[in-house]
């Protein structure tokens, strides 16, 4: 064994080793849901997270990133909220910090039962499901993902670990109008197994209801241009030519969004929509996260990376186009209820790379051509304003637990 990978081991090992939490406590929350993940993977996420509340009476926990307790406080006051980061790579800059200041406050806690809704395998997320005592747990795992077959073997302190939808499994996984993706088979496969009866595909499709603005529909293309990484981003000389063509026959105003420390690319962008002729476009007004959230549910039409945005738009119905390249293709995205939002993603011999990718534009999405971006938000366009989305289905009373 490689020496850096050693010492590694060692260290992983002894946090665990001294932080472990008592095996089989007694439990203060009937239920702990744990869920360290980006603000679009909580999106996935919750209509899991609303359909495992609703089986059980008692207190509840949920544990969550910084980036998503804005929206898990909004969603779901009904359950007590712990945040956490979303993700710690480094063993002594981020795990020992947090294992300090945070281990002893997990350890404290006790679970009847917890669920953990993050598949894909860090030594970070190991270490926080082992710091939670639970009399029951319930993990799955992604062991194809590469970073499993990398990791130091930290075994997660699961009743049972349950295997990660293949990429055959997840290829056209439909439940009528219902297209969805590994995540969303993943959650329906752990609650299934914990409730011990079948789940539908409906049953835990992602929920933000509590989320949608009460406003009048905003007449604007919102075009949300920037991604966590910019390998997973569209070329913006093609951005700019797919949103000129549209508006060339649907003269909508153009709101472009951003984070915060994103300001300064969307004010290079807006200028650069302008010096193409393009006058009407604005960036979208500073909000906090979860205004930001229902505000997309009023657009008429969004064009969005694979980002929080597309998540926003595809759960409240909002007619969009997405653009999604192939590294993750299948896991996270395409998902959609029925025909009211597109994913667009040009098929190379590389996908399903994990976006490691050696390029300079990565050609899943470079390749895809502005004319079919056009194209396909002109066909949203013609859907209705609003929508509420795909119904999700109500637990039943009767198996609670």
């Given at each position: 064994?490689?020496?850096?990978?050693?010492?590694?081991?060692?260290?992983?090992?002894?946090?665990?080793?001294?932080?472990?939490?008592?095996?089989?406590?007694?439990?203060?929350?009937?239920?702990?849901?744990?869920?360290?993940?980006?603000?679009?993977?909580?999106?996935?996420?919750?209509?899991?997270?609303?359909?495992?509340?609703?089986?059980?009476?008692?207190?509840?926990?949920?544990?969550?990133?910084?980036?998503?307790?804005?929206?898990?406080?909004?969603?779901?006051?009904?359950?007590?909220?712990?945040?956490?980061?979303?993700?710690?790579?480094?063993?002594?800059?981020?795990?020992?910090?947090?294992?300090?200041?945070?281990?002893?406050?997990?350890?404290?806690?006790?679970?009847?039962?917890?669920?953990?809704?993050?598949?894909?395998?860090?030594?970070?997320?190991?270490?926080?499901?082992?710091?939670?005592?639970?009399?029951?747990?319930?993990?799955?795992?992604?062991?194809?993902?590469?970073?499993?077959?990398?990791?130091?073997?930290?075994?997660?302190?699961?009743?049972?670990?349950?295997?990660?939808?293949?990429?055959?499994?997840?290829?056209?996984?439909?439940?009528?109008?219902?297209?969805?993706?590994?995540?969303?088979?993943?959650?329906?496969?752990?609650?299934?197994?914990?409730?011990?009866?079948?789940?539908?595909?409906?049953?835990?499709?992602?929920?933000?209801?509590?989320?949608?603005?009460?406003?009048?529909?905003?007449?604007?293309?919102?075009?949300?241009?920037?991604?966590?990484?910019?390998?997973?981003?569209?070329?913006?000389?093609?951005?700019?030519?797919?949103?000129?063509?549209?508006?060339?026959?649907?003269?909508?105003?153009?709101?472009?969004?951003?984070?915060?420390?994103?300001?300064?690319?969307?004010?290079?962008?807006?200028?650069?929509?302008?010096?193409?002729?393009?006058?009407?476009?604005?960036?979208?007004?500073?909000?906090?996260?979860?205004?930001?959230?229902?505000?997309?549910?009023?657009?008429?039409?969004?064009?969005?990376?694979?980002?929080?945005?597309?998540?926003?738009?595809?759960?409240?119905?909002?007619?969009?186009?997405?653009?999604?390249?192939?590294?993750?293709?299948?896991?996270?995205?395409?998902?959609?209820?029925?025909?009211?939002?597109?994913?667009?993603?040009?098929?190379?011999?590389?996908?399903?790379?994990?976006?490691?990718?050696?390029?300079?534009?990565?050609?899943?999405?470079?390749?895809?051509?502005?004319?079919?971006?056009?194209?396909?938000?002109?066909?949203?366009f013609q859907r209705p304003a609003r929508s509420l989305g795909a119904p999700v289905e109500g637990p039943a009373p009767a198996a609670r637990h």
């Open positions: 064994m490689p020496l850096p990978k050693f010492l590694s081991t060692v260290g992983i090992h002894a946090l665990a080793g001294l932080t472990h939490a008592p095996a089989r406590p007694e439990g203060r929350y009937r239920l702990a849901l744990l869920k360290l993940d980006r603000i679009g993977d909580f999106v996935l996420a919750s209509g899991a997270i609303r359909y495992a509340l609703a089986q059980v009476e008692g207190p509840k926990l949920l544990v969550v990133s910084e980036v998503a307790a804005p929206l898990a406080h909004r969603l779901f006051p009904e359950a007590d909220c712990l945040t956490m980061p979303a993700f710690a790579p480094g063993l002594l800059r981020d795990m020992l910090p947090i294992a300090l200041r945070r281990s002893r406050t997990l350890r404290s806690l006790r679970a009847e039962t917890l669920l953990h809704l993050r598949y894909q395998p860090t030594h970070y997320h190991r270490l926080v499901q082992r710091w939670i005592p639970a009399r029951r747990a319930l993990a799955m795992e992604d062991t194809t993902h590469p970073l499993w077959r990398e990791a130091i073997r930290l075994p997660l302190v699961s009743d049972r670990e349950l295997p990660y939808p293949s990429l055959g499994e997840i290829a056209d996984l439909r439940e009528g109008a219902l297209l969805g993706c590994g995540e969303l088979e993943g959650h329906r496969r752990v609650m299934e197994a914990w409730l011990r009866r079948p789940v539908t595909l409906r049953a835990v499709w992602p929920w933000l209801e509590p989320l949608r603005a009460n406003l009048p529909p905003q007449q604007a293309l919102l075009v949300a241009p920037f991604c966590s990484a910019r390998i997973r981003e569209y070329p913006a000389e093609k951005l700019i030519e797919a949103v000129r063509e549209f508006h060339a026959a649907h003269p909508l105003p153009i709101h472009v969004a951003c984070a915060p420390d994103e300001r300064a690319r969307a004010a290079a962008l807006i200028a650069a929509f302008k010096r193409r002729g393009l006058r009407d476009v604005a960036a979208v007004p500073n909000a906090c996260l979860s205004d930001y959230a229902g505000l997309v549910s009023a657009y008429r039409l969004v064009l969005s990376m694979d980002s929080a945005t597309a998540h926003f738009a595809a759960a409240f119905g909002t007619p969009g186009v997405a653009l999604l390249g192939g590294g993750h293709f299948g896991h996270f995205a395409p998902w959609s209820a029925g025909s009211r939002f597109t994913w667009l993603c040009h098929r190379t011999p590389c996908h399903h790379c994990e976006w490691r990718c050696p390029l300079d534009e990565a050609e899943c999405l470079a390749e895809i051509p502005p004319k079919t971006v056009a194209e396909a938000l002109a066909r949203q």
